[in-house]
C-alpha cells in the first residue's frame, strides 16, 4: 500500500482511484469559522503543539461532508461553526502526553486547569495517549453569530470555568466555559450552567447529531463521526509540507 499526501488532500492510496483520505474543511464547508488553537501559544501547552507547523482544518470526506450539513442547519438560527481542532496527528498526541508527563510546567494551570492537578489529567480522561483526532473524523467546535463584529476585540485569557470572552471576529456563544477547560463544568450536561450556556450546548449537540455526530460527554465541544471511515487508524501527517502518511 503506497502512503502519501500534501497539506491541502492526503491519500491512502491503494489505486489510481483511490478516494482522498483527508480534505481541507475550507474546501467543503467555507463558511465555517476556523480558529485553530494548537498553531499558537492560546492553548492548555501555551506554545505551539508538535506537527502543527500549518493551521487549517483537515477532516475525512465523510466527516467534513457532514459538518457542511451541520453548518447549514445552523445557518437556520442565524448562527455558524467555528473549529477548534480537526485531524490531530500521533506526534501533536505524543506532545500531550510528554507535556502531562512534565509536572513542573504549570504555567497554564491558572487558566486551563486551575482545580484538577496535573498529576491526575489521565486519570480524569483529559488527556489520553490515543485520540479520535488522529483517526481524521473528530472535531472540537463552537457556535458563533453568522455576524462578524467590525471591530475584534483582544482575547482576554482567564480562568476558563468563568466563561471568559473570546476574541476575534466570530468569538463563540456562551458555553459556560472556555475551550480545553480540563474541568467538570466542560461536561456536556454539567448540572449547574446558567440558561444561555445549557441552550447552546444543547442545540450545539442536537445540531451535530443530526448529521451523524457522537458527543464525548466531558467535553461539550468534542465530537466524532459515528460511521468514521478509519475506526482503528492513527494517522500521524503533520500538517506541514509533503511528507508520508504513517499508520502507526
Not at 492510496?13 to 483520505?21: F, I
Request: aromatic share 10%.
Amino acid at each position: 500500500m503506497r502512503r502519501w499526501g500534501s497539506l491541502g488532500i492526503v491519500w491512502l492510496a491503494t489505486s489510481a482511484h483511490a478516494e482522498p483520505t483527508l480534505v481541507p474543511l475550507a474546501d467543503v464547508a467555507p463558511k465555517v469559522v476556523q480558529e485553530m488553537r494548537y498553531r499558537g501559544s492560546d492553548n492548555f501547552l501555551g506554545r505551539t503543539v508538535v506537527g502543527y507547523e500549518q493551521g487549517q482544518c483537515l477532516l475525512t470526506p465523510p466527516a467534513a461532508q457532514a459538518l457542511a450539513r451541520v453548518q447549514q442547519r445552523a445557518e437556520a438560527f442565524g448562527l455558524g461553526l467555528k473549529v477548534y481542532d480537526c485531524y490531530r496527528p500521533q506526534r501533536s498526541v505524543d506532545d500531550f502526553v510528554d507535556w502531562a508527563g512534565d509536572l513542573a510546567d504549570t504555567r497554564m494551570k491558572d487558566q486551563y486547569y486551575p482545580q484538577v492537578p496535573k498529576s491526575e489529567l489521565f486519570a480524569q480522561g483529559y488527556i489520553a495517549a490515543r485520540s479520535g483526532h488522529s483517526r481524521g473524523s473528530t472535531v472540537d467546535l463552537t457556535l458563533v453569530s453568522a455576524t462578524a463584529r467590525q471591530q475584534p476585540m483582544s482575547t482576554t485569557g482567564g480562568d476558563c470555568r468563568r466563561a471568559p470572552q473570546e476574541g476575534g471576529r466570530y468569538p463563540s456563544l456562551p458555553m459556560g466555559s472556555g475551550y480545553d477547560c480540563f474541568d467538570a463544568v466542560s461536561h456536556t450536561r454539567h448540572p449547574h450552567l446558567d440558561e444561555a450556556a445549557r441552550h447552546n450546548r444543547l442545540l450545539l449537540l442536537l445540531l451535530m447529531e443530526s448529521e451523524g455526530f457522537s458527543n464525548y460527554d466531558k467535553e461539550w465541544w468534542h465530537f466524532t463521526l459515528d460511521d468514521e471511515p478509519y475506526p482503528d487508524r492513527y494517522f500521524d501527517l503533520p500538517l506541514s509540507g509533503p511528507v508520508s502518511l504513517e499508520v502507526p
